[in-house]
């Protein structure tokens, strides 16, 4: 039914220097960690807020959790995809980087991140016009993080070396 693709298919990861892999790598790490913290402080925390608040920091808690999981994900396919030369630069593996796992982070988490938004301003009250305004400011927060993801992507396009 499904056919393999050979090797050859795949795509090319381009070279990297110590510091460019390192970057990628720490960076991961510090999500990770700061998403496993989130969700520790989250459910934690939740017993010590009023009822009302108490839904919106349940959904925090499982986007935090559902997203550091695919981050761990990425970052194992990283540290796969990548050994160092001998002449000191990290190059492709064999093994593929799979960072797909963000397109099914984002199909879970974002559902839950409206749901989120909505539970918060119900809960404070929020004047239609209010809600209105906040919404748009959550939507260009959420368009201007694409954006920067789409420029720094590492696995459909060669690295930026401008790319922070």
């Not at 808690?61 to 550091?68: E, F, N, P």
């Not at 119900?122 to 748009?136: G, M, P, Q």
């Not at 201007?144 to 070396?161: S, W």
Request: with cysteine.
């Amino acid at each position: 039914m499904f056919k393999s693709h050979p090797r050859s298919v795949q795509m090319s990861l381009p070279e990297l220097t110590v510091g460019e892999f390192s970057l990628v790598y720490n960076m991961l790490s510090l999500a990770i960690a700061a998403m496993i913290g989130s969700f520790a402080f989250f459910v934690m925390a939740r017993q010590q807020l009023s009822p009302k608040y108490r839904p919106a920091m349940i959904m925090s808690s499982l986007v935090v959790g559902i997203a550091g999981y695919h981050y761990w994900r990425i970052f194992n396919s990283w540290e796969a995809a990548y050994v160092l030369s001998d002449v000191g630069t990290y190059v492709a593996s064999g093994e593929p980087f799979n960072d797909a796992y963000r397109y099914v982070d984002w199909l879970l988490t974002v559902p839950l991140l409206v749901a989120e938004l909505v539970a918060e301003h119900v809960a404070i009250d929020l004047s239609r016009d209010a809600f209105v305004v906040e919404s748009a400011q959550d939507l260009l927060v959420i368009g201007i993080d694409d954006l920067l993801q789409r420029r720094c992507r590492v696995g459909d396009v060669e690295l930026d070396h401008g790319c922070v």
